[in-house]
């Protein structure tokens, strides 16, 4: 998780904390929205991801309130301090890792079953 949350931070200019709520709440969308056996073995290989995911999701009932779906990450994102070039940013980066942890194809069906995310690639 340290590797991930530094490659953020410093490709997106966001801070530490910052960058680590961001992929516990990206990868919480992922785990809910995309491919679950693809999306499983990309977040076996981020440790610390599962600690993560549980905290962006613990007691948050404005993200409840607000649904699921790209539009409840970006708001949730934005919520953070993030505008949408830092955004897209982040979602580069997170796809680049994601290529050099379980590889271009399986990154690419992540992609491609998530429903919204591909106009991020």
């Known amino acids: ?3 991930l949350v530094g490659r953020l931070a410093i490709k997106a200019g966001i801070d530490g904390a910052v960058a680590e709520k961001t992929i516990g709440i990206v990868l919480g969308f992922l785990r809910n929205e995309g491919p679950s056996d ?3 073995a990309l977040i076996d290989q981020i ?3 599962e600690a993560a995911i549980a905290a962006s999701s613990s007691g948050n009932g404005l993200s409840r309130l607000m649904g ?3 539009m409840a990450v970006g708001t949730r994102l934005m919520a953070l301090g993030l505008g949408m070039s830092e955004i897209q940013n982040i979602a ?4 680049v890792f994601g290529r ?3 590889g271009a194809d399986q990154m690419g069906e992540i992609i491609s079953g998530t429903p919204g995310l ?3 690639a």
């Open 1 to 3: 998780m340290d590797e």
């Open 38 to 40: 693809t999306v499983q």
């Open 47 to 49: 440790p610390g991801a």
């Open 68 to 70: 699921g779906g790209l």
């Open 92 to 95: 580069r980066e997170l796809f």
């Open 100 to 102: 050099d942890k379980i």
């Open 118 to 120: 591909s106009q991020f």
